[in-house]
């Protein structure tokens, strides 16, 4: 994002911000921040915009946050410097393992034996500071004594947890997806600031694409998206998964994790871990030793897999 930058801030709830961190749909790159620490009801969002706000795109950020009914929202344009200051001010680094994630404006060397990567905030979910990111990260370096021949990583975002495997298993055939163009696009972009190569990148809706099919079965599949098309997407992602595969599922709140356990045990997929970071749970999940369920034929109901639950 870049040129003609606006900014709409306005105050929101930990539960609102928790809401908009799982998945809000709007032509913005959102922010949410603690203002006063431990404090539920004292939080903000920051709306980045790539041209001046209309009533609409008022309305539609507004409507993220019901809490802030009858409060004028802050509206300022930013120069570029501004805004790649405020996208990347006080993004640390993250360390997981191995593994260190950091930004243009903190940029570290990892350990001896690690890997750092570069990935800047942006248009694409997957920075590394989100719990559901780092956590699956820490997962996969936890695997990096197994061994893994076809890796895919679905709703790739920036592209880091598709990385991370790579590295991890330089020999495997690693592919990373997303429903989003835009995030495809960032994705080839964080490969060329990160020397990455050997990742497959293809724009799709769910797991049942051709070209994803063409490369099944698969014996580790990441998908950091969220509940709801986690759910929805249990059939197909156990329908494209090898015998005792490697599931690494996130993107969901603690609250939800029992109706995504549910529908993978359905799948015939057993839980082989799980962590809580924050409101958020990561599962590590074991598919059955035979496909249980085939591939849906068609499309009855899909329109609405992807919201959330």
């Known amino acids: 994002m870049s040129g003609d930058t606006w900014k709409l801030t306005l105050p ?25 620490e431990d404090d539920v009801e004292r939080w903000r969002l920051d709306a980045y915009l790539d041209r001046e706000p209309d009533a609409a795109l008022i309305a539609a950020v507004r409507a993220l946050a019901p809490s802030a009914a009858g409060v004028a929202p802050r509206i300022e344009q930013l ?16 360390r997981e393992g191995r593994f260190v994630v950091h930004t243009e404006a903190h940029p570290v ?23 559901t990111t780092s956590g699956c990260l820490a997962m996969l370096d936890r695997l990096g004594g197994e061994r893994f021949e076809r890796a895919i990583d679905l709703g790739t975002g920036t592209g880091l947890l598709a990385f991370a495997a790579r590295h991890l298993w330089p020999e495997a055939q690693v592919t990373a997806t997303d429903i989003d163009p835009v995030a495809i696009e960032v994705t080839r972009e964080n490969m060329g ?10 724009v799709a809706d769910g797991a049942r694409a051709p070209a994803i099919t063409a490369g099944a ?25 090898a015998p005792r595969a490697t599931l690494i599922l996130a993107g969901l709140l603690t ?5 995504v356990r549910a529908a993978y045990a359905a799948a015939g997929c057993t839980v082989a871990a799980a962590e809580e970071r924050g409101d958020w749970t990561i599962l590590r999940l074991v598919a059955a030793d035979e496909p249980v369920i085939d591939l849906p034929s068609d499309d009855a109901g899909r329109e609405h897999w992807a ?3």
């Open 109 to 131: 060397a990892p350990a001896p034996g690690g890997r750092a990567f570069l990935i800047n905030a942006g248009q694409a979910f997957g920075t590394g500071h989100h719990h």
């Open 79 to 94: 120069s570029d410097e501004d805004w790649v200051a405020l996208s990347q001010a006080g993004l640390e680094p993250i």
């Open 217 to 241: 079965p698969y014996d580790l599949i990441i998908a950091n998206i969220l509940a709801g098309p986690l759910i929805a997407m249990a059939p197909e992602i156990a329908a494209i998964a």
């Open 307 to 309: 919201r959330d639950i």
């Open 12 to 36: 929101c709830t930990r539960a609102e911000a928790e809401a908009i961190d799982a998945g809000a749909e709007i032509d913005a790159v959102l922010m949410t921040t603690e203002e006063v």
């Open 193 to 202: 600031l990160n020397g990455v190569d050997g990742v497959a990148l293809i």
């Open 255 to 259: 609250r939800q994790a029992g109706q």
